[in-house]
């Protein structure tokens, strides 16, 4: 492969066969080398330097790791993908701060951006989940609640961050103004019995339970339904719960 693509530099497809060959063979620094070099002529070229990035990490390549994570956030700054994945990169590599302030930079009023504020303050929101950092997270999925009150995810995720932590009064309050808003949601519907079971009103969230079945086509809350009636060893109603 390597004479077939010195004598045809131009096809790029040899250079991602070798590429591969390379990640086959457990040689991940060679097969990222391969990647990087043919990024350039590549339409997929961001996509090629995460993957370049992701396989300096697992072959314990730092440098060349942190490299590829700065070439993709200074290289494509219109590109939120390519920054996404200079985030992983960053994050993989301990380097948190650099992590966040790669996404939290397309928030400066002069910064360009690719995306709607509501789109960035969602993947913000994510970056900081995934790092475990559930502050953070709770704090830009708050911050998109107020600022985009039409935004469901910003409800979802930020509902989903409060069960996480087991704060029931505050899932609830975010699943009922989701309600509020969108009040035949099944979706939110179901959200809140769980949250309300969860934090210990057992008749409210069968009410909720009963709604939720209502309005969606899942059996997921019958079969939660019966499961909470089987704690409270009503056994009749949880049989038939799970039988309907």
Request: charged share 25%; net charge positive.
């Amino acid at each position: 492969l390597r004479k077939a693509i010195a004598l045809h530099p131009t096809e790029t497809m040899l250079s991602l066969q070798l590429a591969k060959l390379y990640r086959d063979t457990g040689q991940l620094d060679k097969s990222a080398d391969a990647l990087i070099a043919v990024a350039k002529g590549r339409p997929e070229r961001v996509e090629l330097l995460a993957l370049a990035g992701e396989r300096y990490c697992r072959a314990g390549y730092v440098q060349q790791a942190y490299g590829t994570a700065c070439a993709l956030r200074d290289s494509y700054p219109g590109d939120m993908a390519a920054a996404l994945a200079a985030a992983q990169l960053f994050r993989r590599l301990s380097a948190r701060s650099e992590a966040r302030l790669t996404l939290t930079r397309y928030l400066a009023p002069t910064f360009p951006t690719p995306l709607p504020k509501a789109d960035i303050l969602l993947c913000i929101a994510r970056d900081a989940a995934a790092d475990n950092r559930l502050s953070d997270a709770t704090q830009a999925l708050s911050e998109l609640r107020t600022a985009f009150p039409q935004h469901r995810d910003g409800y979802r995720e930020l509902g989903h961050l409060y069960l996480q932590q087991a704060n029931w009064p505050e899932a609830i309050r975010c699943y009922q103004e989701a309600l509020a808003r969108w009040p035949e949601d099944g979706e939110f519907t179901l959200a809140l019995a769980r949250a309300t079971a969860q934090s210990g009103n057992p008749a409210q969230a069968i009410l909720l339970y009963r709604q939720a079945a209502a309005r969606l086509t899942t059996a997921e809350p019958l079969l939660e339904l019966g499961a909470l009636y089987a704690r409270q060893r009503d056994d009749a109603r949880a049989r038939d719960c799970w039988l309907a």
